[in-house]
Each structure stands twice: as C-alpha cells, then as structure tokens.
C-alpha cells in the first residue's frame, strides 16, 4: 500500500522568507502528485497538480517539484505571507482513478 | 461561486448511537468522495461513487459504515453504532469526472464528529 510522508510536521517562519516543505511517497508508480492547502477546520483546497511526465509546476509564489524516481516532491513557497498559514498536504493518485493517497500534512505558521 | 455542502458542522454523539451525514455535491460532478480526517493524519479516502454506484468501497468498515447516493446527485454516510475511535473529520468532496484522467476535487467544510 501507498504510504506518504511529510517533514517537518510543523514550521513557523518570519513573514517574507522563503521555505520548502517535503512529501515522499513509497511507490513510484503513480499518476499524479497534488498539493493542497487546509486552514483549521475546513475543507481542503486544491494548490497544484503535478503530472507523472512532468518534473514542476508554479502558481504565483508557489512552486512544486515531482522527482519520481525517488518518490519526492517539495513545495517552494517564495516570500511568505501570514496568510499563508495553513496546513500542507500532498496527495499522490497511483492508478488516474482520483484514488488519493494523502500524507499527514505540515502544519505552517508565518509570523508577521 | 459552486461549493461542496455538508451538514451537520459539528456533531456530537455517544457511543453506540447512529449518526447520519449528508453531502450536496457541486452541480454536475458525476463523482462523490467520503473521507475520514483524524486529527493530526491526512484524509482518508472512506467510498467514492461514480453517478450512484460505487466504484470504491474498499476502505469503508462496513460493518458499520454504509453510504448511498440513490439519485445520483446527493449522499448520507451513517455509522450504526458510533464508536470512540469515529471521531474525526467527515469531508465529502466532488468531482466533475475521472473518467480519462485527472478531474480537480472539490472539497465540503466538513463534519466534525465527537463520540463521547
């Protein structure tokens, strides 16, 4: 079975740094590498998807790596803002079924 | 802008009573998703349904869980009895459809439930 990690568990950052969370996943078969973001007691919200053919994929300040063979992904966050504090998850589909396979997050903290 | 409904927010229940929550997909997604959230942990994926059959049920303890989605459009997961170790986030999430490759989930607010 799919196991996925996330280091640290839990950053806190000055406002204006740059930071990088990580996720690993056990079985390099997969599909699709996604982040998501989860502020206390909500839903979650799609951030970026990453393709199994493809090695990164950015979003204004935010920049996502696949490195596949390793099973590793990294989320580069540039110029952190108190707003985004949140919790950090990623989620890797092995077979295109939308099937997630969910890591236990890192809880982020941007102190102003 | 279309979300993801779920009710209720916060539920309390104790043990060996039944709970029922319920999910309002966005208007049009073929396909439903339940997800058990223990503090601390990732989602966990409980059923998925394709319109109002389900194509995933392999994690869902069906000794207690079950789930339907009769019309196709909006879903109950009820657990009969409740027990301690329940208490997590129940998330529902949707999505237009898998079919072909990736469709972006949508995801509810969630339900909260607390076994006392």
């Known amino acids: 079975k799919q196991e996925v990690t996330q280091i640290p568990a839990a950053l806190s950052v000055p406002e204006g740094e740059n930071l990088v969370l990580n996720c690993s996943f056990t079985?390099?078969?997969?599909?699709?590498l996604q982040w998501f973001r989860q502020d206390p007691g909500k839903g979650l919200t799609s951030l970026l998807l990453?393709?199994?053919?493809?090695r990164e994929q950015t979003s204004g300040r935010l920049n996502a790596s696949l490195d596949k063979s390793s099973g590793r992904s990294t989320l580069y966050i540039a110029a952190s803002q108190p707003g985004d504090s949140a919790t950090y998850l990623c989620?890797?589909?092995?077979?295109?079924?939308?099937?997630?396979?969910f890591g236990t997050g890192t809880r982020l903290t941007v102190i102003p | 802008e279309a979300e993801v409904a779920q009710s209720p927010r916060y539920k309390i229940t104790e043990k060996s009573q039944a709970v029922a929550f319920w999910c309002d997909p966005i208007?049009?997604?073929?396909?439903l998703y339940w997800y058990r959230q223990i503090l601390g942990q990732g989602p966990e994926l409980l059923v998925q349904?394709?319109?109002?059959?389900?194509?995933?049920d392999s994690q869902l303890p069906k000794d207690r869980f079950s789930a339907e989605r009769l019309k196709g459009v909006d879903s109950t997961l009820k657990i009969q009895p409740a027990e301690l170790g329940d208490s997590a986030m129940y998330l529902c999430?949707?999505?237009?459809?898998?079919?072909?490759?990736?469709?972006?989930?949508?995801f509810g607010p969630g339900t909260r439930l607390t076994v006392l």
């Open positions: 999430a949707s999505s237009h459809n898998p079919a072909g490759g990736y469709n972006e989930q949508f």
């Open positions: 079985d390099s078969a997969i599909y699709n």
């Open positions: 990453i393709q199994s053919s493809q």
């Open positions: 989620a890797v589909d092995q077979t295109g079924a939308n099937n997630l396979f």
């Open positions: 208007s049009g997604h073929a396909t």
């Open positions: 349904f394709q319109d109002e059959s389900v194509v995933d």
